[in-house]
């Protein structure tokens, strides 16, 4: 069975940080791209960061390039976001997805999730 389990929320002040971890069982996890998606209340689920299979390539959504960092490791099989200089704005639940593609940033490329952690940003 597929699994994907986030944690590291919290919260956190503005200008802080913060590293999430999604730990990947079930599958081969070196075999995939992977993703961060993150979920306002009342909003879509929307893409963040993504990052290939071997880890050599990585693209971001526009309001957080520079200020967040997407990082696997492929023998522990675990998935990280590290996030910095956090905004009330990147107050959400975050979560982690698996794809047969990477580059892509719609949900509907990833096939399986894990249930999110959230981040709350505020003083």
């Known amino acids: 069975e597929v699994q994907l389990v986030e944690s590291g929320g919290g919260l956190v002040q503005p200008e802080g940080s913060l590293r999430l971890s999604c730990a990947a069982s079930?599958?081969?996890?070196?075999?995939?791209?992977m993703g961060w998606f993150r979920q306002r209340p009342g909003k879509e689920r929307r893409f963040v960061a993504g990052i290939s299979a071997a880890g050599g390539l990585t693209h971001y959504e526009g309001s957080v390039q520079g200020r967040f960092t997407i990082s696997r490791d492929n023998t522990n099989n675990t998935l990280a976001l590290e996030m910095n200089a956090l905004k009330s704005d990147d107050t959400a639940v975050y979560y982690c997805a698996r794809s047969n593609l990477y580059g892509s940033n719609w949900p509907s490329d990833f096939d399986s999730w894990g249930r999110g952690t959230q981040v709350t940003v505020s003083s």
């Open positions: 079930g599958f081969t996890f070196r075999n995939y791209a």
